[in-house]
């Protein structure tokens, strides 16, 4: 049975797809437009999973102690927690103010604080040039002169 098209965008908008559910519906799509008589069906398959495979996603974090002026951070995390957990323990190994100041996925972050005042910014870009210049830009608006580049990472995407 077809539903109408209306109805079907109707169900479609009720329904999250995960980005797994949504790979292997291009992965049978694709399958499904080879002809049954074409011999090989592990290397179309193969093919179309290499034609469905979507970007994979990173994540990275940077922690940062104002007073102690302590860092740590991660990159290239599977998952968000890890990268917090990760920046979190790499921070708190040289100082006991450390907080997550910035977290972000495929790209890159910087802090840029100014010490004597115990007062930072992050920022957030496609580079490290990028990350960096907006924190820079962001610290010298909110604190004035003396910012610093802290602390910076990029997760690798």
Known sequence: MRL???FSFVLLGTMAITPSQAQNDCIDRCFNTFSPMQSGSAELRNEC???CKGPSVTYGAIAYGPKTTANGYSYSKSN???AVHTAMANCQQHGGDCKIVVTFSSGCAAV???ESKGAYS???GN???QSQSKAMSACTSAHGSGCQIEAWTCTGN
Request: without cysteine; proline residues 6%; hydrophobic residues 50%.
């Open 49 to 51: 999973v290499s034609q």
């Open 80 to 82: 968000m927690a890890d």
């Open 4 to 6: 109408p098209l209306s």
């Open 122 to 124: 992050a920022g957030q």
């Open 112 to 114: 840029a604080a100014v």
């Open 127 to 129: 580079s490290r040039a």
